[in-house]
T-cell receptor, first 111, second 113 residues
Framework: NAGVTQTPKFRVLKTGQSMTLLCAQD?????MYWYRQDPGMGLRLIHY???????AKGEVPDGYNVSRLKKQNFLLGLESAAPSQTSVYFC??????????FGSGTQLSVL | QQQVKQSPQSLIVQKGGISIINCAYE??????FPWYQQFPGKGPALLIA?????SEKKEGRFTISFNKSAKQFSLHIMDSQPGDSATYFC????FGHGNKLVFGAGTILRVKS
């Protein structure tokens, strides 16, 4: 049982480049979330989804887009990366949005 | 605007001692208060959680104390062990609205052997 799998684990981008982070869960969870973790700021919610085909904005959504075309996958896109988006990104899923299961993270550097 | 304030930022405790991490929240609509534990290079994992209808919850060496009137809650780790060295996050959410968790800034705990 893999749980929550994030790909890639590491990535370096140049300013202005685009990329997509993939999150896949095999627990049949309805709720999925994307967080970013920065030193001294905890985890901040970027976007979330309460079911297949739904998405909603979190606390820090600017510069990011998401899609949930399949229940098991939640994609996070950066259309034009900026240095301020250098962070560690975590995907999480949950049956009811309370007990969350997190992936191991994607470390992104934007130069 | 930080909805959940966590302290201290870092904490060093001797093996066998008690580790205490505190959190305060502002939104009285919050009705679920979990603590997550994170080891280096890993994602956070749920440690223990409490709802505001009880003042304390204990699971093994971990205890949450909850003070609804003061809008504060804390994590106590009894008999702290080196294996407890990790970053701890408190969080809060309210039912509905996606049950979005709002996290504190985190506390880096180091237990010295």
């Amino acid at each position: 049982n893999a749980g929550v799998t994030q790909t890639p684990k590491f990535r370096v981008l140049k300013t202005g480049q685009s990329m997509t982070l993939l999150c896949a869960q095999d627990m049949n969870h309805e709720y999925m979330y994307w967080y970013r973790q920065d030193p001294g700021m905890g985890l901040r919610l970027i976007h979330y989804s309460v079911g297949e085909g739904t998405t909603a904005k979190g606390e820090v959504p600017d510069g990011y887009n998401v899609s949930r075309l399949k229940k098991q996958n939640f994609l996070l896109g950066l259309e034009s990366a900026a240095p301020s988006q250098t962070s560690v990104y975590f995907c999480a899923s949950g049956r009811d949005g309370e007990k969350l299961f997190f992936g191991s993270g994607t470390q992104l550097s934007v130069l | 605007q930080q909805q959940v304030k966590q302290s201290p930022q870092s904490l060093i405790v001797q093996k066998g001692g008690i580790s205490i991490i505190n959190c305060a929240y502002e939104n009285t609509a919050f009705d679920y208060f979990p603590w997550y534990q994170q080891f280096p290079g890993k994602g956070p994992a749920l440690l223990i959680a409490i709802r505001p209808d009880v003042s304390e919850k204990k699971e093994g060496r971990f205890t949450i104390s909850f003070n609804k009137s003061a809008k504060q809650f804390s994590l106590h780790i009894m008999d702290s062990q080196p294996g407890d060295s990790a970053t701890y996050f408190c969080a809060a959410s309210m039912f509905g609205h996606g049950n979005k968790l709002v996290f504190g800034a985190g506390t880096i705990l180091r237990v010295k052997s």
